[in-house]
């Protein structure tokens, strides 16, 4: 007894596609699933006798009965035995190709069909391949009991083919091409040519056309070939060489305008695709490919979206675990996608996956399941069958409508449609090709439909929505103020909105019925001149899900006279800003004197508008603290009734009090030595107040004199269109800069004569001392001569006096001549002059009697110097030698040699 499988697999809508010639597939290690007819099941059988590493065929009749199937190699008729026919011959093809087989029946026969074999050079199974090529098998199935057989085997009709093959119909219907793509000749490197047979009710034209890849260089064979439903894409996966699409022409079977998919992730990324198939309207490609370590991804790449560059992207990817195979649309809009168990190069598995939603736009929407379909003990292994792809192309187009609206249902197919008969779900049929059926209530329906195709019959479901026609209200009005009592105003018609229905529909706007009868909206809905007073208008409203629904609302103008508004000021720096002429006007104070003063009631709405057409229109309102030059504000009062009448006021900067004043200035750092800096405000002003940089008011006078450094300010005020203005100006007392001292030179070489030059960088010329007392010079440089040595200050002031005076101390070395140790608190001790820590890193002086002795020395900056003892005891009156060894801050070594007398009284 055959044992099998029936799944039902639910999804987002119900969809019964296809006809009924791909209804049996028998692929892989005796794999064999039925698709049903009538609804979505889907059974599994354990009798095919068929083993298949990819390549394999099959097709049933018109009512979905199996008819035969191939690997390729061998036939088996629907009783699963081996079709008789031609002396036993096996078909000439590969079973390693993707593609190696496809079936055709012949146009206008009940009875003919062609199996289309591949076979591909193989240098380890076939070393010669002298029979590689095309071939074509014939098969009459009146034969041998209507078990078919096999008439005539392996007519050659192209060589040096690839091994892929796909078909789909002629632009006429009835025809049918078969493609593939091969080389120009056997010594071409790539596989750059596409060959288009033609099979008629002739039978099969020999002669192919014959399309050249242009700039795509295929050198692999594997990998499949697919033609879209449509018959107008063709999509191509070459492992090493990538993967592509193709525009063809059912009417001449000519391929062209090759674009790129692009596979990589991430530079470095590799993918070598092997399955492909498109989606049932054609618009999507799902392609197969390994990475760089082995693991399997499904790609998807959405055709309409992708622009028109020479790649293609693709839209998601999901990441698998080492199942690689062919990808094949069924006739119910879903995709098969065949696998291994990756152990073994051809090992199977017992599982097919699917793509249940192949329309969808995400990884979640298309619901992508692993091992979704159970084998039993039939295996998949790396193909599915192949067949003619626009068989998958018939469907239900629709999928939603509105209540009480017709909708127009068409079937998509590849032919003339002879004959329909339709059951549209609600008790309601028709025999119409393409009726239109109105619904009376929304809700899910199964529309059912048998449509005639080249005399067979095809039966088709679809679960479509009717949606619910919108909400509206009737008798509604919108009022708008006329501002000259003229009757015409402007409208934003879309005000109307929260009133006749929700606010997330959408509204067109007719004047009248006529209009809405031949679609023609009013084009300026948001402003609206109306043409009577009160005028009907007709409105559309259209919800989320398109549906719609009609009814109307009236305009009206109304003449309502404001008394006079007293007109608003503010100061010019209101803003914060001073000089740009521009204030803040405060339109909340100013709406509660309007109420006020024109006794207007509490239910009474003020807005504030730039212009009377924004005020009209209730467009872009002015907010309560409203920036602005002098200009007119117009103010629209609105109450329970409608329009309360709308009036204009002057808004007006007041202007800002002058204040004369620069940023900074300049005073000398002792002000009583020349003759003072005195400010003014400006006459016009009526206060002024001088301020310190503590915001203390220091004077209110009209005049400042200047004597201090620091930051002041002066605030002016005036009294304009009774309101008193101020204005701040900022400004700061400086001294001079002082002048630097840019270089100071010592000479102490000559002992006569040390040399002090001083260099100086300022604004000024200056005076030199070194006791601050007597000046001399009048340069930028002045030099001392016969200085005595130690430590000097240098003073420099400015010949002026204005500039602060500045003052550096200068170590100028030098050596007594003579000391006298005598305790009297004179000239007690020797050492070198001039010695200080801030100018130099290290001292050391040695002293030496007339025999070279050392007698004493100094290291330390501290030290008084040499006392003349030696041990402890006191040397006589001699003449002594010393040498000295000093290091500067700039690491420069100073040395010095001489003598001197020890004096004793």
């Given at each position: 007894?055959?044992?099998?499988?029936?799944?039902?697999?639910?999804?987002?809508?119900?969809?019964?596609?296809?006809?009924?010639?791909?209804?049996?597939?028998l692929?892989?290690?005796?794999?064999?699933?039925?698709?049903s007819?009538?609804?979505?099941?889907?059974?599994?059988?354990?009798?095919?006798?068929?083993?298949?590493?990819?390549?394999?065929?099959?097709?049933?009749?018109?009512?979905?009965?199996?008819?035969?199937?191939t690997?390729?190699?061998?036939?088996?008729?629907?009783?699963?035995?081996?079709?008789?026919?031609?002396s036993?011959?096996?078909?000439?093809?590969?079973?390693?190709?993707?593609?190696?087989?496809?079936?055709?029946?012949?146009?206008?026969?009940?009875?003919?069909?062609?199996?289309?074999?591949?076979?591909?050079v193989?240098?380890?199974?076939?070393?010669?391949?002298a029979?590689?090529?095309?071939?074509?098998?014939?098969?009459?199935?009146?034969?041998?009991?209507?078990?078919?057989?096999?008439?005539?085997?392996?007519?050659?009709?192209?060589?040096?083919?690839?091994?892929?093959?796909?078909?789909?119909?002629?632009?006429?219907?009835?025809?049918?091409?078969?493609?593939?793509?091969?080389?120009?000749?056997?010594?071409?490197?790539?596989?750059?040519?596409?060959?288009?047979?033609?099979?008629?009710?002739?039978?099969v034209?020999?002669?192919?056309?014959?399309?050249?890849?242009?700039?795509?260089?295929i050198?692999?064979?594997?990998?499949?070939?697919?033609?879209?439903?449509?018959?107008?894409?063709?999509?191509?996966?070459?492992?090493?060489?990538?993967?592509f699409?193709?525009?063809?022409?059912?009417?001449?079977?000519?391929?062209?305008?090759?674009?790129?998919?692009?596979?990589?992730t991430?530079?470095?990324?590799?993918?070598?695709?092997?399955?492909?198939?498109?989606?049932?309207?054609?618009?999507?490609?799902?392609?197969?490919?390994?990475?760089?370590?082995?693991?399997?991804?499904?790609y998807?790449?959405?055709l309409?979206?992708?622009?028109?560059?020479?790649?293609?992207?693709?839209?998601?990817?999901?990441?698998?675990?080492?199942?690689?195979?062919?990808?094949?649309?069924?006739?119910?809009?879903?995709?098969?996608?065949?696998?291994?168990?990756?152990?073994?190069?051809?090992?199977?598995?017992?599982?097919?996956?699917?793509?249940?939603?192949?329309?969808?736009?995400?990884?979640?929407?298309?619901?992508f399941?692993q091992?979704?379909?159970?084998?039993?003990?039939?295996?998949?292994?790396?193909?599915?069958?192949?067949?003619?792809?626009?068989?998958?192309?018939?469907?239900?187009?629709?999928?939603?409508?509105?209540?009480?609206?017709?909708?127009?249902?068409?079937?998509?197919?590849?032919?003339?449609?002879?004959?329909?008969?339709?059951?549209?779900?609600?008790?309601?049929?028709?025999?119409?090709?393409?009726?239109?059926?109105?619904?009376?209530?929304?809700?899910?329906?199964?529309?059912?439909?048998?449509?005639?195709?080249n005399?067979?019959?095809?039966?088709?479901k679809?679960?479509?929505?009717?949606?619910?026609?919108?909400?509206?209200?009737?008798?509604?009005?919108?009022?708008?103020?006329?501002?000259?009592?003229?009757?015409?105003?402007?409208?934003?018609?879309?005000?109307?909105?929260?009133?006749?229905?929700?606010?997330?529909?959408?509204?067109?706007?007719?004047?009248?019925?006529?209009?809405?009868?031949?679609?023609?909206?009013?084009?300026?809905?948001?402003?609206?001149?109306?043409?009577?007073?009160?005028?009907?208008?007709?409105v559309?409203?259209?919800?989320?899900?398109?549906?719609?629904?009609?009814?109307?609302?009236?305009?009206?103008?109304?003449f309502?006279?404001?008394?006079?508004?007293?007109?608003?000021?503010?100061?010019?720096?209101?803003?914060?800003?001073?000089?740009?002429?521009?204030?803040?006007?405060?339109?909340?104070?100013?709406r509660?004197?309007?109420?006020?003063?024109?006794?207007?009631?509490?239910?009474?709405?003020?807005?504030?508008y730039?212009?009377?057409?924004?005020?009209?229109?209730?467009?872009?309102?002015?907010?309560?603290?409203?920036?602005?030059?002098?200009?007119?504000?117009?103010?629209?009062?609105?109450?329970?009734?409608?329009?309360?009448?709308?009036?204009?006021?002057?808004?007006?900067?007041?202007?800002?009090p002058?204040?004369?004043?620069?940023?900074?200035?300049?005073?000398?750092?002792?002000?009583?030595?020349?003759?003072?800096?005195?400010?003014?405000?400006?006459?016009?002003?009526?206060?002024?107040?001088?301020?310190?940089?503590l915001?203390?008011?220091?004077?209110?006078?009209?005049d400042?004199?200047?004597?201090?450094?620091?930051?002041?300010?002066?605030?002016?005020?005036n009294?304009?269109?009774?309101?008193?203005?101020?204005?701040?100006?900022?400004?700061?007392?400086?001294?001079?800069?002082?002048a630097?001292?840019?270089?100071?030179?010592?000479?102490?070489?000559?002992?006569?004569?040390?040399?002090?030059?001083?260099?100086?960088?300022?604004?000024?010329?200056?005076?030199?001392?070194?006791?601050?007392?007597?000046?001399?010079?009048?340069?930028?440089?002045?030099t001392?001569?016969?200085?005595?040595?130690?430590?000097?200050?240098?003073?420099?002031?400015d010949?002026?006096?204005?500039?602060?005076p500045?003052q550096?101390?200068?170590?100028?070395?030098?050596?007594?001549?003579?000391f006298?140790?005598?305790?009297?608190?004179?000239?007690?001790?020797?050492?070198?002059?001039?010695?200080?820590?801030?100018?130099?890193?290290?001292?050391?002086?040695?002293?030496?009697?007339?025999?070279?002795?050392?007698?004493?020395?100094?290291?330390?900056f501290?030290?008084?110097?040499?006392?003349?003892?030696?041990?402890?005891?006191?040397?006589?009156?001699?003449?002594?030698?010393?040498?000295?060894?000093?290091?500067?801050?700039?690491?420069?070594?100073?040395?010095?040699?001489?003598?001197?007398?020890?004096?004793?009284?």
């Open positions: 007894m055959k044992n099998y499988l029936i799944l039902f697999i639910l999804f987002f809508t119900l969809n019964i596609f296809s006809q009924n010639e791909t209804n049996h597939w692929f892989g290690n005796n794999a064999h699933v039925v698709f007819n009538e609804d979505d099941n889907l059974t599994v059988l354990n009798d095919s006798k068929t083993s298949s590493s990819k390549g394999s065929a099959s097709i049933s009749d018109k009512n979905g009965d199996l008819l035969f199937y690997n390729g190699i061998n036939v088996w008729n629907k009783k699963h035995q081996r079709m008789l026919g031609s036993g011959i096996s078909l000439i093809a590969n079973d390693i190709e993707a593609q190696n087989s496809i079936i055709i029946p012949k146009p206008n026969s009940n009875n003919i069909y062609y199996i289309f074999t591949i076979k591909t193989d240098p380890e199974n076939d070393i010669n391949s029979n590689a090529g095309l071939y074509y098998s014939i098969v009459d199935i009146s034969k041998n009991n209507n078990l078919g057989l096999l008439i005539e085997t392996n007519i050659l009709i192209k060589k040096n083919v690839v091994g892929k093959i796909s078909a789909v119909h002629h632009k006429n219907g009835k025809d049918i091409w078969v493609l593939t793509n091969g080389k120009k000749t056997e010594t071409e490197d790539y596989y750059d040519v596409f060959y288009s047979f033609l099979i008629d009710s002739s039978g034209i020999k002669d192919p056309v014959v399309s050249e890849n242009g700039d795509i260089f050198f692999d064979s594997l990998g499949e070939l697919k033609l879209s439903p449509n018959g107008e894409k063709v999509v191509y996966a070459a492992n090493d060489s990538g993967a699409v193709f525009d063809f022409n059912s009417n001449n079977g000519i391929v062209s305008n090759p674009k790129r998919l692009s596979l990589a991430s530079p470095g990324d590799n993918s070598f695709p092997y399955g492909a198939t498109f989606s049932i309207d054609s618009n999507i490609i799902y392609l197969e490919a390994l990475d760089n370590s082995d693991n399997s991804r499904l998807q790449f959405d309409e979206n992708s622009g028109s560059s020479n790649f293609i992207n693709f839209s998601f990817i999901i990441n698998l675990n080492k199942n690689r195979g062919a990808l094949q649309l069924a006739r119910n809009g879903k995709i098969y996608y065949a696998t291994n168990s990756g152990e073994g190069f051809f090992e199977g598995l017992e599982f097919l996956n699917v793509i249940n939603n192949p329309l969808g736009k995400d990884r979640n929407e298309i619901n399941q091992n979704s379909v159970n084998l039993l003990e039939g295996k998949s292994r790396f193909g599915l069958p192949n067949f003619i792809q626009s068989y998958f192309r018939t469907r239900i187009l629709n999928e939603k409508g509105c209540e009480n609206s017709a909708v127009n249902f068409i079937v998509d197919t590849y032919t003339d449609i002879q004959d329909a008969d339709w059951d549209f779900g609600d008790g309601n049929t028709s025999t119409l090709i393409n009726p239109n059926h109105t619904y009376n209530s929304p809700g899910k329906y199964i529309v059912k439909t048998t449509v005639r195709i005399n067979s019959l095809i039966k088709l679809k679960e479509i929505e009717i949606f619910a026609q919108p909400e509206v209200q009737s008798g509604k009005s919108l009022k708008q103020c006329d501002t000259d009592n003229d009757g015409i105003s402007l409208f934003d018609l879309t005000d109307i909105k929260t009133e006749i229905t929700d606010i997330d529909n959408k509204l067109i706007f007719y004047k009248d019925n006529a209009d809405l009868i031949s679609d023609k909206p009013i084009i300026n809905p948001e402003g609206y001149e109306n043409e009577s007073n009160p005028q009907n208008i007709i559309k409203v259209i919800n989320k899900n398109g549906c719609s629904n009609i009814t109307n609302f009236t305009i009206e103008t109304l309502v006279q404001l008394n006079n508004i007293d007109p608003i000021f503010t100061c010019e720096d209101s803003d914060g800003i001073s000089g740009n002429n521009m204030g803040v006007f405060s339109l909340a104070e100013k509660k004197s309007i109420k006020t003063n024109l006794n207007l009631s509490n239910d009474t709405t003020l807005k504030f730039s212009n009377p057409k924004d005020a009209q229109l209730t467009k872009d309102e002015l907010p309560d603290d409203y920036q602005s030059i002098t200009t007119t504000i117009w103010v629209r009062a609105d109450n329970a009734s409608g329009c309360g009448g709308i009036q204009s006021f002057n808004a007006t900067v007041n202007s800002q002058i204040i004369n004043l620069i940023d900074s200035y300049t005073i000398c750092f002792n002000p009583s030595l020349k003759p003072p800096i005195i400010l003014s405000a400006d006459v016009s002003s009526e206060k002024n107040e001088w301020r310190n940089s915001g203390t008011i220091i004077s209110t006078a009209k400042f004199t200047l004597t201090n450094t620091g930051i002041y300010s002066l605030t002016s005020y009294t304009e269109n009774g309101i008193e203005c101020s204005y701040t100006k900022e400004f700061e007392v400086i001294n001079p800069e002082s630097v001292f840019s270089d100071v030179l010592v000479n102490t070489e000559d002992e006569t004569n040390n040399t002090l030059e001083i260099f100086i960088d300022g604004n000024s010329t200056y005076e030199f001392s070194l006791d601050n007392n007597i000046f001399f010079g009048n340069s930028n440089n002045y001392f001569t016969k200085v005595t040595p130690g430590l000097r200050t240098v003073y420099v002031r010949i002026n006096n204005c500039e602060t500045i550096q101390k200068v170590s100028v070395l030098g050596t007594k001549k003579f006298t140790p005598n305790g009297d608190g004179k000239n007690d001790y020797w050492n070198i002059r001039g010695l200080d820590p801030n100018f130099f890193k290290s001292i050391n002086i040695v002293i030496f009697n007339r025999y070279g002795r050392i007698v004493a020395s100094i290291n330390d501290n030290s008084p110097g040499w006392d003349g003892t030696f041990n402890g005891k006191m040397l006589i009156s001699n003449n002594y030698w010393f040498t000295v060894e000093i290091i500067d801050m700039d690491d420069n070594v100073i040395k010095k040699t001489g003598n001197f007398a020890l004096i004793r009284k």
